[in-house]
């Protein structure tokens, strides 16, 4: 009875131990995605940028003496400032003129992303012409590496488990001499396993289950992420920020991407709109005069002589034009049109509805659900939404959910007259929630964005 308690307890003890090497990424907050999806619009790892850099930084407030206020700095800047009683908290709050907003994350997932910042590396490889540029900043996504890290865990603990069965069987070996027993005859490994198997099936059963259960939803949450694009930043060849032009500067967005209420493309911005401003302004707060060099030698603009440069024609010598990444791309079987979706007389589609609040960021990046599902708590304009941003299911999501304005152009005037002459479909429209969808209207219609 005594020797089958002990290999019980040797057994639960092996278990455990097997549970054990699973990485702790089960369980254990992902710093680096936690970092990506909370910070990584205003602050980067390795460098200052709209806010400081997040490396190190726990260690200065450390060296205030105040190591345990920076959580509360993170949860609500303001209120720590205005206490009064953090004298690290006035220091940062002078860094940018935007005050960092309160943050909804717990104490656990601040420690793992102040954890997954002071251990990125200084040194950092430059990535490839258009890698993402929180990649190259050390902050790209690690769970990229979550089941390569659950498989080298379940090898490893595959090992443990051979050696303590090796271990084991050396004692009893040893044990049989000298008690003076018959030698004992060894097993092959599939023999041993077989045999622990049929002894603990109960254990063995659950820990299959367990297994196949975490390898088969692993599975499907990789497989249905294929095809999203959700939190994409590209790199730039300028440093652009719409924190500061679309945020601080309060530049309206049509200003740049000016077809969009007209085109079925919004636009990117010539370079001779980005000089209606800079051909007075040479010098930015943050990169000092680099950046707006950059956009100097496209326009052919001579800071010097504060002119353009001309040929002996006459005609202004431009540089090498400024190519820049495109960060949202829709298949090319999908037709979309921003005219539709954000004149005032069609759609009326706030522009955060797809891209998220762009006053927050720094390079053009795609927004993600969490991001929009936040302002549409406080905006009753911005629909909450489930799909994964930027695939047919989240288009569709949207036109069942958006209700049409019938009062604002020709179009659905028309609409609604034959609505009023149609009661059995004004009906039929009506009777579930009083409102008319794109959907009702036919927008879940294949042709309507393929053909």
């Known amino acids: 009875m005594k020797i089958n308690w002990i290999n019980k307890i040797k057994t639960l003890g092996l278990a ?4 054990a090497m699973i990485p702790s990424s089960f369980t254990a907050q992902d710093g680096a995605a936690l970092f990506k999806a909370n910070c990584a619009s205003c602050h980067k790892v390795l460098k200052n940028s709209t806010g400081p850099k997040l490396k190190g930084a726990r ?16 949860k609500n800047p303001i209120e720590l400032v205005e206490s009064g009683k953090s004298k690290r908290a006035g220091v940062v709050v002078n860094y940018s003129k935007s005050n960092m907003a309160a943050q909804a994350v717990t104490k656990e997932e601040m420690i793992a992303i102040l954890d997954y910042a002071d251990a990125t590396p200084d040194a950092v490889p430059a990535g490839p012409a258009g890698a993402d540029v929180l990649a190259v900043d050390g902050s790209s996504d690690a769970s990229a590496n979550y089941f390569l890290w659950l498989v080298v865990g379940l090898l490893v603990a595959g090992v443990v488990a051979y050696a303590a069965l090796s271990v084991k069987r050396l004692l009893s070996s040893a044990i049989a001499e000298k008690n003076g027993e018959e030698e004992v005859v060894y097993e092959t490994t599939k023999d041993r396993v077989n045999s622990w198997v049929y002894r603990n099936w109960r254990f063995a059963l659950f820990l299959g289950i367990v297994i196949g259960l975490t390898l088969g939803v692993e599975g499907f949450a990789r497989g249905y992420e294929v095809g999203t694009v959700s939190d994409y930043m590209p790199s730039q060849p300028v440093k652009y920020s719409h924190k500061l032009h679309a945020g601080e500067m309060g530049i309206d967005c049509k200003y740049c991407h000016n077809s969009a209420e007209k085109s079925k493309h919004a636009g990117i911005p010539t370079t001779n709109v980005c000089m209606n401003c800079h051909s007075t302004i040479y010098e930015g707060k943050i990169t000092g005069t680099e950046e707006i060099a950059k956009l100097h030698v496209a326009a052919g603009f001579n800071v010097d002589e504060r002119n353009y440069n001309y040929d002996e024609k006459g005609n202004v010598v431009e540089g090498t034009p400024i190519v820049w990444n495109k960060a949202h791309n829709m298949p090319d079987h999908v037709y979309f049109s921003h005219a539709q979706h954000v004149n005032e007389n069609t759609g009326n589609i706030d522009c955060r509805q797809c891209h998220g609040d762009v006053k927050t960021y720094t390079l053009g990046r795609v927004s993600t659900n969490k991001e929009i599902n936040e302002l549409a708590k406080i905006d009753e304009k911005i629909i909450a939404l489930e799909k994964p941003i930027l695939t047919m299911g989240w288009c569709l999501e949207c036109h069942n959910k958006k209700s049409v304005d019938l009062t604002k152009s020709g179009y659905y005037d028309e609409i609604h007259d034959r609505l009023k002459n149609r009661p059995d479909a004004m009906r039929r429209i009506l009777e579930d929630d009083g409102e008319v ?7 879940w219609e294949c042709a309507k964005c393929h053909y």
């Open 59 to 74: 260690a200065l407030w450390e060296a205030e003496g105040e190591g345990e206020m920076i959580y509360e700095w993170i």
């Open 16 to 19: 455990l131990a097997i549970i």
């Open 437 to 443: 969808s794109v959907r009702e209207l036919g927008g």
